[in-house]
């Protein structure tokens, strides 16, 4: 069976960019958000994306721009083998959540991926299109919610004992957060535990003081979580590579 372990994918980091590479992937994740804009690229196969309740079929070629915050989904069509590159990226650019296909943009994707350069990266964020929208402005007790859960990644504060604190049902405290944020708090909790412990890998911390630190119970819950939300094991993350990677 094969595993996240032995998918050939790879990780280059450079100040406010990440890329990711992975080939032949038919690994599947959970819905999820990242802190930073991501611009993705499929280069071989098909992808079924899923982003604030709309679904899109990526194909070789396109391009997929995600806002920051943004849950989505991008996941094997039938169990088939896909491509792609992702670019994770600190920006406050107004992105739109858009889908683009264009041979010459695609080209200089490509480019990037082979040569990070800023110009280059500052050049395709200046050719994407700009969002006018309105940023989306969380309810007051969704706001409080995400800074309690986010206060004590290890020990949050229980849903009842917050519900009981906003004077609401816990029910009716899931489901506005959901409507809010498009994840109810046990997502967002465990993206933020995820996203929390992929910083401190950047960093070089060890493994199993990372999980530690980003509030999982243990090494196998750790694992567990990380891969489902990123499809990709911590150490892989933390070493850039997988183990079929012989470079």
């Not at 032995?6 to 990780?11: M, R, S, V």
């Not at 038919?26 to 709309?54: D, F, M």
């Not at 683009?100 to 200046?126: K, Q, W």
């Not at 007790?141 to 519900?163: C, F, G, K, N, R």
């Amino acid at each position: 069976m094969t595993t996240p372990r032995h998918i050939h994918q790879t990780f280059s980091r450079q100040p406010g960019v990440e890329l990711r590479s992975t080939w032949h992937s038919r690994q599947a994740y959970k819905r999820h958000s990242h802190v930073q804009l991501s611009v993705g690229a499929i280069v071989e196969g098909k992808t079924h994306c899923v982003c604030n309740g709309q679904e899109y079929l990526l194909e070789a070629g396109d391009i997929v721009v995600i806002p920051a915050y943004v849950p989505h989904s991008c996941n094997p069509v039938a169990d088939q083998p896909r491509s792609y590159h992702m670019l994770y990226i600190d920006t406050d650019l107004p992105l739109a959540l858009q889908v683009i296909r264009d041979e010459s943009l695609f080209a200089h994707y490509l480019d990037i991926v082979e040569n990070m350069t800023p110009s280059a990266l500052n050049a395709l964020l200046s050719a994407l299109p700009r969002c006018d929208e309105d940023k989306h402005v969380l309810r007051p007790t969704s706001q409080l919610l995400q800074q309690a859960l986010l206060s004590d990644l290890a020990t949050p504060p229980s849903l009842d004992v917050l519900a009981q604190q906003f004077s609401l049902r816990k029910e009716t405290l899931i489901r506005s957060f959901k409507q809010d944020t498009g994840l109810t708090p046990g997502s967002f909790l465990n993206i933020s535990r995820v996203e929390y412990a992929k910083a401190r890998l950047r960093a070089g911390d060890d493994i199993a003081d990372v999980g530690y630190q980003s509030g999982f119970a243990d090494q196998s819950h750790f694992h567990k979580t990380f891969v489902s939300y990123t499809a990709a094991t911590p150490r892989q993350y933390a070493t850039g590579r997988s183990i079929s990677d012989k470079k």
